[in-house]
């Protein structure tokens, strides 16, 4: 079992910067993967960014650039650096893993671009 807990959310204008962060219980969290998705209202929940056990990350196109994800096993934290943000980028932001075939998913952070 693993829980995921996120903060950092808010409000900022365009161009401003947010850093997520998502905390994980468990003492397996350094074999985990996790991923960053968001959620836009009427949309569907899409990644955003992930990070391998390796330190491998990957991102979506919209977000190259911008965002950084990162790892710290010691503090079972992942986090995501969001720079330049654009109204577009307004969602919940959730973090997310996989243990064999049971997802575990946080109950998000709000993130509102808007001036």
């Known amino acids: 079992q693993v829980q995921l807990v996120e903060s950092g959310g808010g409000l900022v204008p365009p161009g401003g910067s947010l850093r997520l962060s998502c905390a994980a219980s468990?003492?397996?969290?350094?074999?985990?993967?996790i991923a960053w998705y968001r959620q836009a209202p009427g949309k569907q929940r899409e990644l955003v960014a992930a990070?391998?056990?390796?330190?491998?990350?990957h991102y979506r196109d919209s977000v190259k650039g911008r965002f950084t994800v990162s790892r710290d096993n010691p503090k079972n934290a992942v986090y995501l650096q969001m720079n330049s943000l654009k109204p577009e980028d307004t969602a919940v932001y959730y973090c997310?893993?996989?243990?064999?075939?049971?997802?575990?998913w946080g109950q998000g952070t709000q993130v509102t671009v808007s001036s």
């Open positions: 990070i391998e056990r390796s330190g491998t990350t």
């Open positions: 997310n893993t996989n243990i064999m075939t049971t997802e575990f």
């Open positions: 468990g003492s397996t969290f350094s074999i985990l993967n």
